[in-house]
C-alpha cells in the first residue's frame, strides 16, 4: 500500500479557457449548445447527444480492454434493484437523502379520477401512489451482492465481476458532473483481505495510467462517502483515516474542487457480513469494487480537448478509437 501514501497529487494549472471570455457562459450551457447534453428542465437530468454517446462507448470499451485478461463475469443489472435487498444493504443508514424509490399508483377508479382532477389543478396527485419492490440502483454494485451470496461460499480463488448501470442519486446540481442519472462501470472483487487489495492495487495503477494517456490532469486522494448527518461524519472519518477510500480526481469544473472520475473502495467485511457471503474457508468474505464514472471522465476530456472530438489529440483518439 506504499503507493497509496505519496499522493501523486500537484497543484493544476488553470483549467483551458470555457470560451468567449467577454460573454462567459456556462460549460453546462455549452454542451447544451453544442447538443453534447441535451436539457430536459431538471437539473441532473439529461439526454446524451451523439457524440457524447461515442466517448462513453469507446470508454467502457477501453476498461474492458484494461480488464480483459482478468476474467472477470459480466453482468449487467437494469438500473433498479429489490427494494429488500435495498434495505438489507445498509445504504438508508449512509444516504437516506440520495435513494430513490419507485412509487407506482395503486388505486381504484375513483382514486384514479381524485387523481386527474389533481393534476389538473396542479395539486399534489401522489396520494395513491404506493412504493413497490424496486429501488433505483444507487451504485452499479448494489444489486451484485445478494447474487453472489446466494451462489454459496467463494471458490479459493474468490469472485471477480464486471458490471455497469444507469445510476440515481437525488443530488440536482449544476454542476454537469453532478448528475441524478449516471453510469457507473465497475469491477468488483470478493475474496480475502489480500485478494480485494492486490485489486485495487492493481486498478489503482491501471485507472491512473488510462486517465494520464487520455491526456487529463489528475490527483489520487484519499476520499470518504457523503454519509448522512452526524454520526456519518465519523464514518467519514473513519473511511478517510484506513485508507479505504481513494478517488482520481479531474478538474473539470474548477481547479480547487476537481472532479471524482474514478474510486477505488475496500469495504473490508461490510457486505461479506451484511450478505452472508462466505471465504472457501468459512471466513467472512471482503469485498472491493473499482467504479468509473462514464459521464464523468467524458466531461473530464470534453473540458480538456474541447467540444469538438475530431479536434482531440490524435494519440488521445487513437486511444479511445483505435
Ligand atoms: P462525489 O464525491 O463527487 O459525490 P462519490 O464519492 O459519490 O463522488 P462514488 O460513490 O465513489 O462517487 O461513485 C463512483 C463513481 O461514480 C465516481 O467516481 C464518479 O465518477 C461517478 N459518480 C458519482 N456520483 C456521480 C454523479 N452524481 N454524477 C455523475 N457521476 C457520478
Ligand atoms: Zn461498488
Ligand atoms: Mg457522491
Redesign the pocket.
Known sequence: MDSLADPTSTPFEALPSAGDEAEPRSFLDRLFDRGHLVRTGID?LYGRGGDFESVVEALDALVSRLGAADGAERIRFPPGMSRPAFERSGYLKGFPNLAGTVHSFCGDEAAHARLLACVEAGKDWTEDQACTDIVLTP?ACYPLYPVAAARGPLPAEGLLFDLQSY?F?H?P?VEP????M?R?R?YVRMGSPEQVLAFREVWLERGTAMMRDLGLPLAVDP????FFGRAGRMLANNQRMQGL?F??NVPVNSTEQP?????F?YHQDHFGSTWEIGQADGAVAHTACV???????TLALLRHHGLDLAAWPADVRKQLWG
Do not use: H
Open positions: 441532473g451504485a445510476c442519486r443530488e446540481s458532473t453532478r448528475m441524478q449516471f457507473m465497475e476520499a470518504n462517502d457523503p477510500k478517488e482520481l472532479t471524482a472520475c474514478l474510486s473502495n467504479g468509473f464514472g462514464l459521464e464523468r471522465i
